[in-house]
């Protein structure tokens, strides 16, 4: 049998829990745009064709992956640079926390590229910047059509 004092450290204990679980909610908040412009999940929207010809989802994307994919996807013919999709996102009432929001979206930028979701119209050099273009035609589409 526990006694009160086992029972207030456990309170406590799932208190504490409760308000790290609010506070990463609220993190997460400031990653969704305000009015109808939120982007789509990306784990909805691609999928790919394994080897054997079994449908399997692509690997979830982190949230920022999925807004810098829906300002892409919404102007799609449009090459973008670190600085023109940060203006945009800021634009769509986006808040990013970093410090540096440029040098988090070049890392969302180069994850995305791996991913083959974004492909590299001009590699960033020196103080060049990068100039990159949302893929219409994604790897796991392609597999598809064939």
Excluded at 51 to 78: A, F
């Amino acid at each position: 049998m526990m006694d009160r004092k086992q029972l207030g450290d456990i309170q406590r204990r799932m208190e504490d829990e409760h308000r790290r679980d609010k506070e990463a909610l609220e993190r997460l908040m400031r990653f969704i745009p305000d009015g109808d412009s939120n982007p789509k999940s990306v784990h909805q929207v691609f999928s790919t064709r394994d080897s054997g010809g079994k449908q399997s989802d692509v690997e979830p994307l982190s949230e920022m992956n999925q807004l810098c994919l829906g300002v892409m996807r919404d102007h799609s013919e449009r090459d973008w640079t670190i600085r023109a999709l940060l203006q945009e996102m800021e634009s769509n009432g986006a808040r990013l926390p970093a410090t540096r929001p440029e040098g988090m979206l070049n890392r969302t930028m180069r994850r995305l590229v791996a991913h083959g979701l974004v492909t590299v119209v001009l590699e960033p050099q020196g103080r060049r910047a990068g100039i990159y273009k949302f893929r219409k035609d994604p790897p796991g589409e392609q597999k598809m059509a064939s």
